[in-house]
């Protein structure tokens, strides 16, 4: 039997419980970024089937003054585009 691609590792993943890109890089043994890129493939691929499943998106919020209308939630934010912190807590994924 095929192994499975990381996309289709990181859509078990998510279908199982919620997860920073951070904690599937350490779980999956993935580099950040790359995690990021194919989040973005599954959530068009999942929306894309016959299911009523979506990836869910709970945004990346600052620490330091709880803004999180960041424009683009599948992205690690450098810093607050309010107040310039750099402490912001990771975006979380599901998929339901």
Do not use: W
Not at 79 to 91: G, K, N
Request: aromatic share 4%.
């Amino acid at each position: 039997m095929p192994e499975a691609t990381t996309r289709e590792r990181i859509t078990m993943r998510l279908r199982e419980s919620p997860a920073t890109a951070t904690v599937l890089s350490e779980e999956l043994s993935l580099p950040r970024s790359t995690v990021y890129h194919d989040l973005k493939h599954v959530a068009q691929s999942v929306s894309g089937q016959d299911t009523d499943e979506e990836l869910l998106v709970a945004p990346p919020e600052c620490r330091n003054c709880g803004f999180s209308r960041f424009d683009e939630p599948i992205n690690r934010p450098s810093r607050c585009p309010d107040c310039r912190s750099e402490s912001i807590d990771e975006a979380v994924f599901t998929i339901r």
